[in-house]
């Protein structure tokens, strides 16, 4: 079974396929490596595609100490899989928890990104939603250990973001769930709270964010309400992003419209492998709607 090790010591389950540039896809909370399988069949016809299971997700390690568990040990162990696969520079592509690691990457690593996909990034990032979303997590964390993640994950499968996967397809939302009620109880439980719960406001990372000239496609559904405004922040604030939100769709954007988020990932990567892909332009910055032109009226 292919694994790497962290800084840490933990060992890391991988998969890959294809060969070429390297893409490294980092999964959500509710998801592992089978979740980005849309994404590994397609992208492996071109590019190196990798994918691989956060520590707490067998058959990754699953340390006993929450305290092996926070948002800059989940940022360091994409570096870990690149280093231990002797990857130099990739593409990386990360959804919800995973976009938080990939952003935190692209602030930390800049010059191993060649590029980076933020997907699903937001929930709890919001000042005045900071208190109500760690008390959420703390509940979470209970349900978890009380209820195992064979209970517990038919609950989160179900949550409002989730719905729209459901209606739209109904069995492959259903393999989602049965996959995420696979998940290690205790592994969930540890990474929910010092992962999740712990991890920084978006909105203390302005400065950061200011400073971000690896490029980056933000990517949301436009029904994932908690990541909608992060989304338009993160956009504000990274001169080198752009913002794709996709219609009627929920958190589980890659598996929910896998062929949409395939073509915007495919076109972002073809413009930035290209060197078609700048900063924004300052002139679409003024604070006016018609800019010069209105001086002079």
Known sequence: MPNIKTDDGVSLFYEEAGSGTPIIFVHEFAGDVRSW???????????????????????????????????????????????GLEIDVAHIVGLSMGGFATLHFGFDYPERALSLVVG?????????????????????????????????????????????????????WKEFETQLREHST???????????????????????????TVPTMIINGDEDEPCLDPGLFMKRNISSSSLVVLPRSGHTINLEEPAMFNWFLDDFLHQVESGNWGLRDPRSQTGSILGDTAKGS
């Open 37 to 83: 399988e849309p994404q590994m069949r397609h992208f492996s016809r071109r590019y190196r595609a990798i994918a691989y299971n956060a520590r707490g997700y067998p058959p990754s390690e699953i340390p006993n100490d929450p305290n092996s568990y926070s948002q800059k040990r989940a940022c360091d162990d994409i570096r870990a899989v690149m280093d």
């Open 186 to 212: 205790e592994g969930s439980a540890n990474t929910m709270m010092g992962v999740q719960r712990l991890r920084p406001s978006l909105y203390d990372l302005e400065d950061k964010m200011r400073s971000l």
């Open 120 to 172: 699903g990034c937001g929930y709890g990032a919001e000042p005045d939603q900071r208190e109500k979303f760690q008390n959420e997590t703390l509940s979470t964390v209970d349900k978890i250990k009380t209820d195992t993640m064979a209970v517990a994950g038919i609950a989160y499968a179900s949550g409002p973001t989730r719905v729209q996967y459901e209606n739209k397809d109904p069995r492959g």
